[in-house]
């Protein structure tokens, strides 16, 4: 039986994607160089280092200090956060808060598993931090998704076990994290992207309990 879902935040619950790409593009073209949306996929669900190394390699860009490198990654982070400390609960993406609602109210726990270390700033901002009985982010784990560290973290925060958990994920890093560590998923986004998933939804406000049920 299922008894908690564990959400990624970034394009699951609220759109920061395009953050992320504005932020990183804005570091390509000071570097000389751009990238395309579609390379920008490549992002999502990558943490902060893994992101910079691959924007770099598209760029040419070799031979930079762990010094240089963290220096870009600031620079790109400095410009997000500006970016995040405008968002407002109204981003919070369709049916995203209503089916947590539902879940809590269905009896499941309910947590947060995330690459970002700006997940704090986010949840505070869109003010959904009641909603969550654990959050697990960038600040807390190791190892990167399709690491599943960060989701069997949340189990254990919840006093679950993973073939008790749902993952709901946009990246394929992420799918693949929640299988490695043995839970179910849905995959928000494309089936011919999100192929690994149990079930691809365009979105959470397509997700319903009973669909949990025959997950
Ligand atoms: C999420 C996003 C990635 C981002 C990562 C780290 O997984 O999908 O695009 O690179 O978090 O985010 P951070 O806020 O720590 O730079
Ligand atoms: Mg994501």
């Given at each position: 039986?299922?008894?908690?879902?564990?959400?990624?935040?970034?394009?699951?619950?609220?759109?920061?994607?395009?953050?992320?790409?504005?932020?990183?593009?804005?570091?390509?073209?000071?570097?000389?160089?751009?990238?395309?949306?579609?390379?920008?996929?490549?992002?999502?669900?990558?943490?902060?280092?893994?992101?910079?190394?691959?924007?770099?390699?598209?760029?040419?860009?070799?031979?930079?200090?762990?010094?240089?490198?963290?220096?870009?990654?600031?620079?790109?982070?400095?410009?997000?956060?500006?970016?995040?400390?405008?968002?407002?609960?109204?981003?919070?993406?369709?049916?995203?808060?209503?089916?947590?609602?539902?879940?809590?109210?269905?009896?499941?726990?309910?947590?947060?598993?995330?690459?970002?270390?700006?997940?704090?700033?986010?949840?505070?901002?869109?003010?959904?931090?009641?909603?969550?009985?654990?959050?697990?982010?960038?600040?807390?784990?190791?190892?990167?998704?399709?690491?599943?560290?960060?989701?069997?973290?949340?189990?254990?925060?919840?006093?679950?076990?993973?073939?008790?958990?749902?993952?709901?994920?946009?990246?394929?890093?992420?799918?693949?994290?929640?299988?490695?560590?043995?839970?179910?998923?849905?995959?928000?986004?494309?089936?011919?992207?999100?192929?690994?998933?149990?079930?691809?939804?365009?979105g959470l406000d397509k997700m319903t309990l009973e669909m949990?049920?025959?997950?």
């Amino acid at each position: 039986d299922i008894k908690a879902c564990i959400f990624d935040l970034d394009g699951v619950l609220v759109d920061t994607a395009v953050y992320h790409y504005k932020a990183w593009k804005r570091l390509a073209n000071e570097l000389g160089f751009d990238f395309t949306e579609h390379q920008n996929e490549q992002l999502k669900g990558v943490s902060r280092m893994a992101s910079l190394d691959l924007i770099l390699g598209w760029g040419d860009v070799t031979n930079l200090s762990p010094e240089q490198k963290n220096e870009l990654a600031d620079r790109k982070n400095t410009w997000y956060t500006e970016m995040i400390g405008q968002m407002t609960p109204a981003e919070i993406l369709p049916g995203a808060k209503q089916f947590v609602i539902a879940c809590r109210e269905a009896g499941l726990k309910t947590a947060i598993g995330s690459a970002s270390k700006n997940t704090p700033t986010i949840l505070q901002k869109l003010e959904l931090n009641p909603l969550f009985d654990a959050v697990v982010d960038g600040n807390s784990v190791s190892a990167p998704k399709p690491d599943p560290e960060v989701f069997l973290k949340g189990a254990e925060d919840l006093g679950v076990s993973p073939a008790q958990c749902v993952v709901f994920e946009d990246a394929v890093a992420g799918i693949q994290a929640a299988i490695n560590g043995g839970m179910k998923t849905v995959g928000i986004g494309s089936p011919d992207v999100l192929t690994k998933a149990d079930k691809v939804i365009s979105g959470l406000d397509k997700m319903t309990l009973e669909m949990l049920a025959s997950l």
